[in-house]
Antibody, heavy 122, light 111 residues
Framework: QLQLQESGPGLVKPSETLSLTCTVS??????????WGWIRQPPGKGLEWVGSIYYSGTTYYNPSLKNRVTISVDTSKNQFSLRLSSVTAADTAAYYC??????????????WGRGSLVTVSS | QSVLTQPPSVSGAPGQRVTISCTGSSSNIGAVYDVHWYQQLPGTAPKLLIY???NRPSGVPDRFSGSKSGTSASLAISGLQAEDEADYFCQSYDSSLSGSVFGTGTKVTVL
């Protein structure tokens, strides 16, 4: 059964870069059927899509974060990664990685990791 | 930056039926794009509950149902149970953002 697991520092200083990795197990990240996404949730608030990537490297980013976010994929390690630069306290959130089904009229996240809480503080 | 609007909270007694609305616009739900729903139990990651407007993944009870009409969608929970107490989020694709958008979220309380 496919599983996703986020990993990375739980504390990042303001103005620095947040880096997280999602490891996919029980299946291949190179599947042509899926994209892979990052979603975040500030404490006590709603969900916000951060961005998505296909195994070929094609990316889609939330316009509100586009200037600061980079998502990459490493098919040899079955991993994809998130980098968010120039972070502030507003970037404090639980970050989830997820498998994403995409079709002509749909785009949804059918499997999620458990999440990684990242706090931005000096 | 939610562009899909949901009521902050709904409540019902065990066994009752509750519905959650999700209102969008002509660039998301009102266009051709489908709506999906997620359940987030306290302290856990969201879980896909309904996909492509009205489809349930394997293992999701048939007490949960979804529908879409115009620029809105709805999630209905019939035969409400204590274990249904959670946050629920709708989600769709938005052509003006070229990406995913989530609803503001609704907390369901079982009285």
């Amino acid at each position: 059964q496919l599983q996703l697991q986020e990993s990375g520092p739980g504390l990042v200083k303001p103005s620095e870069t947040l880096s997280l990795t999602c490891t996919v197990s029980g299946g291949s990240i190179s599947s042509t059927s899926y994209y892979w996404g990052w979603i975040r949730q500030p404490p006590g608030k709603g969900l916000e899509w951060v961005g998505s990537i296909y195994y070929s490297g094609t990316t889609y980013y939330n316009p509100s974060l586009k200037n600061r976010v980079t998502i990459s994929v490493d098919t040899s390690k079955n991993q994809f990664s998130l980098r968010l630069s120039s972070v502030t306290a507003a970037d404090t959130a639980a970050y989830y990685c997820a498998r994403q089904s995409v079709g002509g009229t749909y785009w949804y996240f059918d499997l999620w990791g458990r999440g990684s809480l990242v706090t931005v503080s000096s | 930056q939610s562009v899909l609007t949901q009521p902050p909270s709904v409540s019902g007694a065990p066994g009752q039926r509750v519905t959650i609305s999700c209102t969008g616009s002509s660039s998301n739900i009102g266009a051709v794009y489908d709506v999906h729903w997620y359940q987030q139990l306290p302290g856990t990651a969201p879980k896909l509950l309904i996909y492509v407007n009205s489809n349930r993944p394997s293992g999701v009870p048939d007490r949960f149902s979804g529908s879409k009409s115009g620029t809105s969608a709805s999630l209905a929970i019939s035969g409400l149970q204590a274990e249904d107490e959670a946050d629920y989020f709708c989600q769709s694709y938005d052509s003006s953002l070229s990406g995913s958008v989530f609803g503001t979220g609704t907390k369901v309380t079982v009285l």
